[in-house]
């Protein structure tokens, strides 16, 4: 049975494959696929690269992207905690890669999931993304869901 997971894991199933060859027809790329390790990246505006996971387990397909070039700082971190918790990052999940980049996470259900619907999730995450890249350039990052009192400022050193 673990044996079976790990396949599950590693191995693109005919659907998602499917769908990506979908998503590549509207984008003029009719030869894209998932990797042999189940993974499909799209680089947009040569600035943001996009990974497309099919979690199976969780019957979800996963889409994410690296925010700005670095590490997460305390201040980003604190960030990502609040907009968590506040839901103020547009439907995205800010979580901290495991080589320590901010990344913007969208889960999309995968019995739902058509090539049209995940085309407009990348969309949504991408600009996501800017925001973010945008918010932290300028050293602040201001909610405008939020009222004035509850929203965070980070400071540039």
Known sequence: MIT??????TVPSLSFSRLLSDIGQSLGMPSLAPSRDGVCQLAFDGRHLVDIVNVAD????LVSCSVGPGKVTAEQAMLVACSNFMQ???GTVACTAP???LMLQMGVSY????????LTAIEGLLNQVETWEISL?????????L???L?????SA
């Open 99 to 101: 080589d320590g980049r």
């Open 151 to 155: 929203s965070v400022r980070v400071r």
């Open 111 to 118: 019995t739902a999931c058509q090539a049209n619907t995940l």
């Open 58 to 61: 969780r019957e979800h397909i």
């Open 147 to 149: 009222r004035p009192e």
């Open 137 to 145: 350039s300028r050293g602040a990052f201001v909610r405008d869901s």
């Open 4 to 9: 079976i997971r790990l396949l599950e894991r």
């Open 88 to 90: 103020a990052a547009g």
